[in-house]
């Protein structure tokens, strides 16, 4: 702010106006620090192991046996559905640039999630693996997929920025991925007929993985200050 901007702010909202703005940029400045961002960073691994604790707890408390119509139907083709079609179209963040360009994002990366677990699901070659078929074919999943959004989005033109500040976030949360699915895979309680226990406990995990990333998009968007100005998405100008 000028010096001219600045007297004319006092002269408009006088000193308590000043107070309340230096307060504001103080705590804006304290969000965006390395230390502030660790702590958001680790809540949402916490976030992410307290949801599949939880929806494994579900699973250890059921009486019932997993079918294989409960890996067709899993809730996290469902909840791709309901956030691709319902929620992310009306989705609004701080510039109408940011809002296109990260509703693209999150429908690539959801598309693409949901294409490679459908033929992960569909192509039922998990009934005959083992365990360490299981944990690699997992890992080519998680990898296949990242590769897959990574490169539609540059070929429909989302800006490198967006995508690299958005991997380094989800970068946080994959090692957790790998430790939670390696550890369905190599545990005796998840051992039954045909996979089926060990695949929809490695669905229950992704499924967080998903919430996790929804849940950051807007902290990554409203982190990225003068890098995205000038350039232009789908009609709309970054201001």
């Not at 965006?32 to 192991?49: A, V």
């Not at 296949?144 to 970068?171: A, C, F, H, L, W």
Request: proline letters at 2%; hydrophobic letters at 40%; glycine letters at 6%.
């Amino acid at each position: 702010m000028k010096f001219s901007d600045m007297i004319e702010f006092i002269g408009n909202y006088g000193f308590s106006g000043v107070l309340f703005l230096i307060i504001t940029t103080i705590i804006i400045g304290f969000f965006k620090t390395d230390w502030f961002q660790g702590i958001l960073s680790r809540f949402g691994d916490f976030y992410i192991e307290k949801m599949v604790s939880s929806k494994n707890a579900e699973i250890k408390t059921s009486v019932k046996e997993i079918s294989e119509s409960d890996i067709d139907n899993h809730d996290v083709i469902k909840f791709i559905d309901f956030w691709l079609y319902s929620k992310v179209p009306t989705f609004i963040f701080s510039t109408d640039y940011r809002t296109a360009v990260f509703r693209k994002y999150l429908d690539i990366y959801l598309k693409a999630y949901k294409k490679n677990i459908r033929e992960f699901v569909n192509s039922g070659e998990f009934k005959k693996m083992d365990d360490a078929e299981i944990w690699k074919t997992s890992l080519s999943l998680i990898n296949k997929t990242i590769y897959d959004y990574e490169s539609e989005m540059r070929r429909q033109g989302i800006p490198d920025i967006i995508i690299e500040k958005m991997k380094v976030k989800n970068n946080d949360t994959l090692t957790l991925t790998i430790d939670l699915i390696n550890g369905v895979c190599n545990s005796r309680f998840y051992s039954s007929e045909n996979n089926l226990l060990k695949v929809y406990s490695i669905l229950n995990i992704l499924l967080s993985i998903l919430e996790n990333t929804i849940m950051n998009s807007e902290p990554i968007c409203n982190s990225i200050n003068g890098q995205l100005k000038g350039l232009e998405f789908d009609g709309k100008i970054e201001p």
